[in-house]
């Protein structure tokens, strides 16, 4: 269910109705977690029961985390967090690319070895949720965040449709307290969510679309193709990577907005950096952000770590 497609714009307007028709601010984020379970599960519902056993597994841990005294414990909990967290990410990623890799390697030595393709269906979003569940679990072991404890406000802040496909990815103290917090309708909000997603919407379907059907010919075969039709292929498809990914992320943002809740936002015109360096700090911004917070700094920064 693309958010350009029909599909979406029906199940979208049933999710909006419904869920400004109910008065009760706890039942309609009940609500919205069902339109959430829904969206997820029309990919393949049996995916439902990975990222279930995700968020139940870690909203159990970093319980358990708060609760313990012993220094030891806790972060025996923070790695067992983290490495299961990981696994999942690792199994239906990369289990094919390791196994050709391993194939390959061997074959080189002279082997002839062939192994059975999984078909392993890679899970909707798998990569954003398992950043969350990471950094909500590392912010309760750090103290900077109660853990949650209701589980539904937390697998909200999982499953949250809008920023399912294409993130941004969101941060447990950004999302957690606007799930606490009751929403009143506002058109003014409305309209300016409105004009978010079709200004995705047009990133995505006209400009992203139409650069691929001039870039895809030519990477597909450039040998045959002038220099100067390569040189367009390279522009089109820088046009067509932004207007892709960017345009995905304002259509989340401007969804999110017309139910009342705030996204991140994740490019800020990163074509017009004047260095890689700010490149990066326009470019995916949650996820360049997250690296640096959760990665970089834990192992030094630029203060240099044991490690």
């Not at 075969?221 to 990914?245: H, K, L, N, R």
């Not at 490149?279 to 360049?288: D, K, P, T």
């Amino acid at each position: 269910m693309l958010f350009h497609s029909v599909q979406f714009f029906l199940f979208f307007s049933v999710a909006f109705i419904g869920y400004w028709s109910i008065p009760q601010h706890r039942l309609r984020m009940l609500w919205l977690l069902g339109a959430s379970f829904a969206f997820y599960g029309s990919w393949n519902p049996w995916l439902l029961f990975v990222i279930v056993f995700s968020a139940a597994f870690d909203f159990l841990i970093a319980q358990r985390i708060e609760a313990s005294a012993s220094p030891k414990t806790r972060r025996s909990l923070l790695i067992l967090s983290i490495c299961v967290s990981l696994s999942i990410l690792g199994f239906f990623k990369y289990t094919n690319f390791l196994l050709d890799s391993a194939v390959s390697t061997f074959n080189l030595f002279g082997f002839d070895y062939r192994h059975p393709a999984f078909r392993i269906v890679l899970p909707l979003g798998i990569s954003f949720y398992t950043f969350e569940t990471i950094s909500y679990v590392v912010d309760v072991y750090h103290r900077r965040l109660r853990a949650e404890r209701n589980f539904s406000d937390y697998a909200l802040f999982i499953m949250f449709f809008p920023h399912l496909i294409s993130g941004p990815i969101i941060r447990p103290r950004q999302f957690l307290v606007q799930v606490r917090r009751t929403k009143r309708f506002d058109w003014l909000r409305l309209e300016a969510g409105a004009r978010l997603f079709l200004l995705g919407l047009v990133k995505k379907a006209v400009i992203a679309d139409h650069m691929a059907g001039i870039a895809d010919p030519v990477f597909g075969a450039p040998s045959i193709y002038a220099s100067e039709a390569v040189w367009i292929a390279v522009f089109c498809y820088t046009a067509q990577i932004y207007c892709d990914f960017s345009g995905y992320t304002d259509m989340a943002i401007g969804a999110a907005h017309a139910f009342g809740f705030k996204l991140p936002v994740n490019f800020n015109m990163p074509y017009a950096s004047a260095s890689i360096s700010e490149f990066w700090h326009r470019w995916h911004i949650s996820l360049s952000t997250w690296l640096r917070d959760y990665l970089y700094f834990p192992l030094g920064g630029n203060r240099y770590g044991n490690l």
